[in-house]
């Protein structure tokens, strides 16, 4: 069955260091996410991707982050200069269509800053 | 204000018992609505949905869920629960503004298992 895989399953970084996550979708799904859960709190909705852009992005997603699909498989979320407050596990998600299609998430990366 | 909430945080049921998840959402329209659940080490699965018509939803797993609008509710249901179901639970609505385009979760109730 086709899955969401991301990467690296655990990622530690310095405050203020460049970080990029990866995700590669299932391949036929166009739109793609990216959500967040902080220890102990609700997964997070961050972004949302579709046809090369951002449609949709929460308050959450401020500057300090920007999302790309660089190529025909991958799908990256950029932290620009990490906070102590960016440590979460981060989920990739991605659908066929929107609304009644089914989010698939990926299995999560831990991003820890120090 | 819009919100999900699941208002049991932890749920402990004997192996063989029935299960009921409560989830509450309060948003201008009905949203769509879905059950996910999260394995340790696991990314969240989709267990059910439901967008309209039959307010009574079948899933995987053996689980269904029960859309009642009256009472902005959509309790998660199992009428015999096994070990294998030990995992943190997240009910999540896609609100109609915005597209239904993004998942807005709840806190999530995590069932442990007796054996």
């Known amino acids: 069955e086709p899955e969401v895989t991301q990467t690296p399953s655990h990622q530690v970084t310095q405050m203020g260091q460049e970080v990029i996550l990866r995700c590669v979708p299932i391949?036929?799904?166009?739109?793609f996410y990216w959500y967040r859960q902080i220890l102990g709190q609700k997964v997070e909705f961050l972004v949302s991707f579709y046809n090369n852009e951002i449609s949709e992005k929460s308050e959450i997603f401020d500057d300090q982050f920007s999302v790309e699909r660089p190529d025909g498989s991958n799908f990256t979320l950029k932290i620009r200069s990490t906070k102590l407050e960016d440590s979460a596990m981060y989920f990739c998600?991605?659908?066929?269509?929107?609304?009644?299609?089914?989010?698939?998430f990926g299995p999560g990366t831990r991003l820890t800053v120090l | 204000a819009q919100s999900v909430t699941q208002p049991d945080i932890h749920i402990t049921v004997s192996e063989g018992a029935s299960l009921e998840l409560r989830c509450n959402y309060s948003y201008g329209a009905t949203p769509y609505l879905f059950w996910y659940v999260q394995s340790p080490g696991q990314g969240l699965q989709l267990l059910l949905k439901y967008f309209s018509g039959d307010t009574l939803v079948q899933g995987i797993k053996g689980f269904e869920a029960e859309f009642k609008r009256s009472q902005s509710s959509f309790n998660l249901r199992k009428p015999s629960v096994h070990w294998s179901d030990a995992a943190e639970y997240f009910c999540?609505?896609?609100?109609?503004?915005?597209?239904?385009?993004?998942?807005?979760f709840g806190a999530g109730t995590r069932l442990a298992v007796h054996p």
């Open positions: 391949s036929n799904h166009l739109y």
């Open positions: 999540a609505v896609a609100p109609f503004s915005g597209g239904y385009n993004k998942l807005i």
């Open positions: 998600a991605s659908s066929e269509g929107l609304a009644e299609d089914t989010q698939y």
